[in-house]
Nanobody
Framework: QVQLVESGGGLVQAGGSLRLSCESS????????MGWYRQGAGKQRDLVAQ???????DYVDSVEGRFTISRDTALNTVYLQMNSLKPEDTGVYFC?????????WGQGTLVTVSS
């Protein structure tokens, strides 16, 4: 069982920045990938950014050039640096880890971007 603990959400004005952190209880070299998903009010949970074990990074088009996913293998932590935030970035951000066919989720952290 992988435990994921997120931090870093909050309220920010449009154009501002936030950094989310997700610490894994498992060595991230045992994980196939880690990523961040976003769920807006009344919407489904969608992938925002992902980094694989091999270091491949993918972003959803709407955050390309504004968000950066990175990892610190010594701390078993993945980060999401979010710049130039927009109101449509508002939502609960969930950390995700994949091992083979299993998905593990954090508790979620709320990001609110005011216009």
């Amino acid at each position: 069982q992988v435990q994921l603990v997120e931090s870093g959400g909050g309220l920010v004005q449009a154009g501002g920045s936030l950094r989310l952190s997700c610490e894994s209880s498992e060595n991230i070299f045992f994980l196939n990938s880690m990523g961040w998903y976003r769920q807006g009010a009344g919407k489904q949970r969608d992938l925002v950014a992902q980094i694989t074990l091999g270091g491949r990074i993918d972003y959803v088009d709407s955050v390309e050039g504004r968000f950066t996913i990175s990892r610190d293998t010594a701390l078993n932590t993945v980060y999401l640096q979010m710049n130039s935030l927009k109101p449509e970035d508002t939502g609960v951000y969930f950390c995700n880890a994949k091992i083979l066919r299993s998905d593990y989720w954090g508790q979620g952290t709320l990001v609110t971007v005011s216009s």
